[in-house]
């Protein structure tokens, strides 16, 4: 069984201690995951122990979020392609949480070093947790 078939097997509930409840208002900020301390993985493993699951769960409101290697700001909830227009991928297309959802992502902690995120209006509050071991 792969590492990750092995992690999605086996998911973990929210711990004590190990669960962030981020204020998210409607200005795209980054925060720094490289620091975090995600199921025993830190940022700079470089064994495939450097991925790790993780669950977002947007609460009041519908968060927008993208995961990045570097600082950014340009979460923009309104930008798209134009009709007719040629299909190009942008930095500031993000991800749509809706309100009381939460969805879970495997995480490479090299390359998604930093959480961006912003609501469209207004303010919600999104639950972060690794939900997945590391083996």
């Given at each position: 069984m792969s590492l990750a078939e092995e992690q999605a097997a086996n998911t973990t509930?929210?711990?004590r201690g190990k669960v962030l409840a981020l204020a998210i208002d409607s200005t795209a900020r980054p925060?720094?995951?490289?620091?975090?301390d995600?199921?025993?993985?830190?940022?700079?493993?470089?064994?495939q122990?450097?991925?790790?699951?993780?669950?977002?769960?947007?609460?009041?409101?519908?968060?927008?979020f993208y995961f990045a290697p570097a600082t950014a700001n340009d979460l923009d909830n309104?930008?798209?392609i134009s009709a007719g227009s040629a299909l190009a991928y942008?930095?500031?297309y993000g991800w749509r949480l809706p309100q009381n959802?939460?969805?879970?992502?495997?995480?490479?902690?090299?390359?998604?070093?930093?959480l961006v995120v912003k609501t469209a209006s207004g303010?919600?509050?999104?639950?972060?947790?690794?939900?997945s071991e590391s083996f």
């Amino acid at each position: 069984m792969s590492l990750a078939e092995e992690q999605a097997a086996n998911t973990t509930p929210p711990r004590r201690g190990k669960v962030l409840a981020l204020a998210i208002d409607s200005t795209a900020r980054p925060y720094n995951f490289a620091t975090l301390d995600l199921a025993g993985i830190t940022q700079g493993d470089r064994t495939q122990q450097q991925y790790v699951f993780v669950t977002l769960q947007a609460i009041t409101a519908d968060v927008y979020f993208y995961f990045a290697p570097a600082t950014a700001n340009d979460l923009d909830n309104t930008a798209s392609i134009s009709a007719g227009s040629a299909l190009a991928y942008a930095n500031t297309y993000g991800w749509r949480l809706p309100q009381n959802e939460e969805r879970s992502f495997r995480l490479d902690r090299n390359q998604d070093r930093f959480l961006v995120v912003k609501t469209a209006s207004g303010s919600a509050t999104l639950l972060i947790a690794a939900s997945s071991e590391s083996f």
